[in-house]
């Protein structure tokens, strides 16, 4: 004898819920790792800076940076606001290297895909931490916020000083990869 057919009503109720929670468990689990992915694309991000932007076609004297890092920013130790600080850094760093100045002897395909990865990796942080890099509750000469923008608005005014020559973005290419150093140290802080 044959088992009666019977529905079971509780899978139907459940297919929505689970379809309500794949979204969320996928961006969890894009998230997971998140200091690795960050380690990774530091050393992505500095090995096409190299590709990117090799020396000016005549020598150039080295500036002392008049736009130092920040010091606030290395005494960073809470994981959260490290990872703010990166996303912070690396919104500055893809205005800057998109300027339409931009040297001509820096490879091209490098330079796009710099900033390609700089974008991609902005909005992945985004997305892993909603809220960030919204508010700024530290006011004053310490607040971190501040420092970053102070600090890129003297790149752009070095770039500015300096008619966007070869010579100054070489500078400018030399800080962007202290920069990447600073965030590779500001990683370590992160949160995984």
């Known amino acids: 004898m044959a088992?009666?057919?019977?529905r079971h009503p509780c899978l139907w109720h459940g297919a929505p819920v689970l379809l309500l929670l794949l979204p969320a468990?996928?961006?969890a689990l894009s998230c997971a790792n998140l200091r690795t992915r960050q380690s990774t694309f530091n050393w992505d991000s500095l090995q096409l800076l190299h590709a990117m932007a090799p020396s000016p076609p005549q020598p150039c004297d080295q500036h002392d940076a008049p736009f130092p890092f920040?010091?606030?920013l290395l005494a960073i130790q809470a994981p959260r606001q490290a990872t703010d600080t990166i996303l912070r850094i690396l919104r500055?760093?893809?205005t800057t290297l998109s300027n339409e100045?931009?040297?001509a002897h820096w490879d091209s395909q490098a330079h796009q895909q710099l900033l390609n990865q700089l974008h991609s990796q902005?909005?992945?942080l985004q997305r892993c931490l909603p809220g960030t890099g919204t508010d700024?509750?530290?006011q004053g000469p310490h607040n971190p916020w501040l420092s970053i923008t102070t600090y890129f608005q003297r790149i752009q005014d070095f770039l500015r000083t300096h008619n966007h020559s070869p010579c100054a973005w070489d500078n400018v290419r030399l800080e962007v990869q202290t920069c990447f150093q600073r965030i590779h140290n500001l990683t370590r802080t992160m949160a995984d």
């Open 92 to 94: 500055h760093l893809f």
């Open 25 to 27: 468990l996928s961006a």
């Open 3 to 6: 088992a009666p057919a019977t």
């Open 70 to 72: 920040p010091k606030t």
């Open 122 to 124: 902005i909005q992945h």
């Open 101 to 103: 100045n931009t040297p």
């Open 136 to 138: 700024s509750k530290s």
